[in-house]
């Protein structure tokens, strides 16, 4: 045999052991990210809050309990996370909120929100729905929609033309 082939045959093999060993490691996540959701919807409790703010800060400047700080791992305390501070009852809390909720909730306005322990899974409104605010849009779709309204502003432009160089009708 060919030594390329040889090289190219090793290469195979070992990208095929990592995608097996990534499919497992992946199905034994996914196995543990659901016990704790159920885990997390067992403990849910439905709470009256005002939202004073949100951000997405690191857990150090996040004005959460020193006991959750030290528990997260290294790497994890670098991150950010998304944190509202809200009024619940008399106490105010910094809680974290999930990252499909986040954008949902306002600011300055009163929530029903499900939660457990510091963790904010759902958000309702009390007074109407909540209204998902728009988002920035990335450099692809502000070109795209800059490209439509010149289409649009050209197309305008013909239909003036061709109405001009159409030679009028008399009656």
Known sequence: MNTFTIVLLVIMAVLLIG???????????QKKKEEQDEQLAAAAQTVTMLIIDKKRMRIKDSGLPQMVIDQTPK???RSKLPIVKAKVG????SLIADESVFDLIP????VKASVSGIYITKVTGIRGPLEKPQG???WRARLK???AAANARLDQEKKALAKEKQP???K
Do not use: H, Q, S, T
């Open 107 to 110: 600011v300055k306005k009163e």
């Open 136 to 138: 920035k849009k990335n």
């Open 145 to 147: 929609d800059r490209a």
């Open 75 to 77: 790497l994890m305390r």
């Open 90 to 93: 008399p106490r105010v809390m």
């Open 19 to 29: 995608l097996v060993v990534l499919y497992f490691l992946g199905r034994r996540a």
């Open 168 to 170: 009028k009708k008399k």
